[in-house]
């Protein structure tokens, strides 16, 4: 029996392409300004970058390509990163001002404490953000890195959108906040989507669907919660069409079980 899936999440009032972009390896060459482009013309709707990202030309290199952004398209950055201190309200308040200035923005559409402090209140770090929210320069509010206990505290300071948390085939100690976020219709973000060798029953699926490891995986982890959105990152516009192609990839359920 097909697994079929929805190709479009919600991410609060916005409905968007259930593949994104990942850039943590985006320089500021006119190359990659053109690949930016060339992956919103191609369907991407998620780009996510981040204030530490090739020492801010991920940023840079995005504002570039697109400042304005394309109506529908959504650039999610993240601060806060690096350990302790980096949480602190001034700290973030400082690299939320340089994404700014680096996207080329008036508001970002959705900005993630990268990492909780473990110097900070994450209420403190939280609050900080909250600040840009009600000047109307962040829309959104993510988190990265988190648990439970930890998003339910953060939603008491801000509406959370987005948890963005290591998870793909062989590290899912994150099941208990995928399907908290299910629950509560907050998009689930996995980084490292694609992380590990393929498994033979990967490729066993991969050629029985004429598709590639790659798309395979992508279509498990769409089917795995409906507010699953990945990111692979990839500097190839090639690379970035083969992991769109898993949008239209289904797997059956006995194959859904075979990758469990």
Not at 32 to 43: K, P, S, T
Request: charged content about 25%; glycine content about 8%; hydrophobic content about 40%.
């Amino acid at each position: 029996m097909s697994q079929p899936h929805p190709t479009r999440i919600r991410l609060d009032d916005a409905y968007i392409a259930r593949i994104g972009l990942g850039t943590n390896r985006l320089r500021d060459t006119r190359e990659n300004v053109e690949f930016i482009r060339a992956a919103v013309d191609a369907g991407v709707q998620m780009i996510d970058t981040a204030h530490l990202y090739t020492s801010g030309d991920s940023e840079r290199t995005i504002g570039h390509a697109l400042a304005p952004a394309p109506d529908g398209v959504v650039i999610a950055t993240k601060g806060g990163y690096g350990g302790a201190g980096q949480g602190k309200p001034d700290v973030l308040r400082s690299q939320i001002e340089q994404s700014l200035t680096s996207l080329g923005v008036d508001r970002i559409p959705l900005y993630y404490l990268h990492r909780v402090d473990p110097e900070t209140p994450i209420e403190e770090s939280l609050g900080a953000i909250k600040e840009f929210v009600d000047d109307g320069r962040i829309q959104r509010v993510g988190i990265s890195e988190v648990d439970v206990a930890q998003i339910q505290r953060a939603r008491k300071v801000v509406p959370i959108a987005a948890v963005q948390n290591e998870y793909n085939l062989s590290e899912r100690k994150y099941d208990e906040v995928v399907d908290y976020c299910a629950r509560e219709e907050i998009v689930f973000v996995p980084f490292f989507p694609l992380h590990g060798e393929p498994s033979s029953a990967t490729q066993e699926i991969a050629r029985r669907h004429d598709a590639t490891p790659t798309q395979v995986v992508l279509a498990w982890l769409l089917a795995r919660s409906p507010m699953m959105l990945p990111i692979p990152g990839t500097l190839s516009i090639e690379h970035l069409r083969e992991n769109l192609g898993a949008l239209s990839l289904e797997l059956s359920s006995a194959e859904l079980k075979s990758l469990a």
